[in-house]
């Protein structure tokens, strides 16, 4: 049985950091992406980042406009953990916070993700 549990959320003032997890479980890394998004109260949902395998055992990692040079995605592929550290942290970075599974060639696109966490709040103060 797939499941994603996200934790790692929490109340932060601006330009702090966070860092948050994603526990996995049920399948491999190998064959598929995980992503990251994010929900803002009263806005849609959106993409933050990606990470999936590429060749030589390396990674393919993708960042939306507003987390370059400020969040880093990684992976734990033995510990089946993936983390989502974001640092100079805004108020609008405010949200929900989900990570989910996706096919291998899904990108960013939510459509290619059937699989989610609950979610974990990040609240962003100013």
């Known amino acids: 049985e797939v499941s994603l549990v996200e934790s790692g959320g929490g109340l932060v003032q601006a330009g702090g950091s966070l860092r948050l997890s994603c526990a996995a479980s049920?399948?491999?890394?190998?064959?598929?992406?995980i992503g990251w998004f994010r929900q803002a109260p009263g806005k849609e949902r959106e993409g933050v980042s990606y990470i999936r395998s590429s060749d030589d055992d390396d990674v393919d990692t993708y960042y939306a406009d507003f987390a370059k040079g400020r969040f880093t995605i990684s992976r734990d592929k033995f510990k089946k953990m993936v983390y989502l550290q974001m640092n100079s942290l805004k108020p609008e970075d405010t949200g929900i916070y989900y990570c989910?599974?996706?096919?291998?060639?899904?990108?960013?696109?939510?459509?290619?993700?059937?699989?989610w966490g609950q979610g974990t709040q990040v609240t962003v103060s100013s």
């Open positions: 049920g399948f491999s890394f190998d064959d598929y992406t």
């Open positions: 989910a599974r996706g096919g291998y060639y899904s990108g960013i696109s939510q459509q290619g993700f059937a699989y």
